[in-house]
């Protein structure tokens, strides 16, 4: 590596998808020692040899640091994306990650769900929720927006149904909800900064090139 190369700078969402993401980019020969390490209250680690800096930040924040080019690089859930609407280049759907988004509740809500009926909705994504039932499904609701455990609106009656994001369907089952219909798949993404993409476009294409080899 030339000693004039700049930084390429990866932002990666916390938990689940930042592991997935590590022994990815393991397996194309990029590996980050120091970002193991669980008790570090480091925030951003550095790959000297392939000039690479890695950061971690809570997921809906990626798609801010690629926009304004903090970040080059970013690996966020499908989910963030289309909620928080940044400009950047959605470059590859790296396959992990794989859940639904959907509209849950009881049995019950079904009814409501037909006839267009005035509902509450629950959710951590209320653009999702609101394009979904204002442009796709031209009901009016009215959107309660939620941080977490979302599953709790319609148990304790703060919402009719949730639109919220199902993977093996098991905090469903086991607080009495299901699925009532599905908006879209989601995964995890690759996303670049749109001008990082054309002054970096070799090192960048190169990476993409990379790991679609070994997807
Ligand atoms: C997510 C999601 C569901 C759950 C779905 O929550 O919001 O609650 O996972 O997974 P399952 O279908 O396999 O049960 P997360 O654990 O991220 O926490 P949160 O509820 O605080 O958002």
């Known amino acids: ?53 890695f950061f971690l930040s809570k997921g809906p924040d990626v798609p801010t640091y690629v926009e304004y080019g903090a970040a080059d690089i970013g690996v966020v859930g499908k989910d963030t994306l289309l909620e928080e609407q940044r400009r950047a280049y959605e470059v590859l759907d790296l396959g992990f990650g794989k859940c639904r988004m959907c509209v849950c509740g009881p049995e019950s809500a079904k009814e409501l769900l037909k006839h267009h009926e ?39 009656g703060l919402s009719d149904v949730i639109v919220d994001i199902v993977e093996t369907g098991s905090t469903l089952r086991e607080n009495g909800l299901e699925v009532l219909e599905e908006i879209c798949p989601l995964s995890a993404r690759m996303i670049v900064n749109q001008v990082s993409m054309k002054m970096e476009a070799d090192r960048i294409k190169k990476l993409i090139a990379d790991i679609k080899e070994i997807l």
């Open 1 to 53: 590596m030339s000693e004039d190369m700049r930084y390429l700078t990866f932002a990666l969402g916390k938990g689940r998808l930042a592991k997935k993401t590590l022994e990815l980019f393991e397996q194309i020969g990029i590996t980050c020692e120091e970002m193991k390490d669980k008790d570090s209250r480091k925030l951003i680690f550095v790959n000297e040899e392939h000039k690479l800096k």
């Open 118 to 156: 005035m509902i509450r909705v629950a959710s951590k994504y209320p653009n999702i929720a609101k394009d979904y039932f204002y442009n796709k499904k031209h009901q009016t609701v009215d959107i309660i927006k939620l941080n977490g455990s979302v599953e709790l609106g319609p148990i304790v």
